[in-house]
């Protein structure tokens, strides 16, 4: 069935450092790709997608890079700040359909 | 506009009690989805609804029942809690056609014991 691998899972960075976090997707008909920040004890929040049309999305210091091809997508995080320590989620949503596949998480923890 | 909204915010059940969370949007979306996510886990979709009156089943659902009378409510249902379904619960929404962005609900907490 579809899937989506997320790696790494645990990601630390020191203040002012990239982070970057992988996922693969097995669906090639997957065509819309958000990313997700949950913070302890809070919802999942929206904070970049990509559209399969697109190969890269920036949104100050976050970005989404897509690989069609080798089907997966990549988060960047620029210039990291304490506030950016978090989980992240990957997922995928494939054409056609309404359920998206999520991700196992990247619990990423920014040190000052 | 209140967005998506879960209701209770904590619950604690006795083992084969039965409860239902609600889920309310004004949002107007079409599609509605109930996941569960275990402590240090992901997001496991247990049910969802592509429009008032519709159910369909999703990763997790046994052991849970929904249902969607009114477009912008969707409830869950435990009919007999077991501990295994201690977690948090997240309601989320999004609308038809081209716009894919799902919005989650706050959460609920739920505890049995």
Known sequence: ?112 | NAGVTQTPKFRVLKTGQSMTLLCAQDMNHEYMYWYRQDPGMGLRLIHYSVGEGTTAKGEVPDGYNVSRLKKQNFLLGLESAAPSQTSVYFCASRNSGGVWEQLFGPGTRLTVL
């Open chain 1, 1 to 112: 069935g579809e899937n989506v691998e997320q790696h790494p899972s645990t990601l630390s960075v020191q203040e002012g450092d990239s982070a970057v976090i992988k996922c693969t997707y097995s669906d090639s008909a997957s065509n819309y790709f958000p990313w997700y920040k949950q913070e302890l004890g809070k919802r999942p929040q929206l904070i970049i997608d990509i559209r399969s049309n697109v190969g890269e999305k920036k949104d100050q210091r976050i970005a989404v890079t897509l690989n069609k091809t080798a089907k997966h997508f990549s988060l960047h995080i620029t210039e990291t700040q304490p506030e950016d320590s978090a989980v992240y989620f990957c997922a995928a949503l494939p054409s056609g359909t309404y359920k998206y596949i999520f991700g196992t998480g990247t619990r990423l923890k920014v040190l000052a």
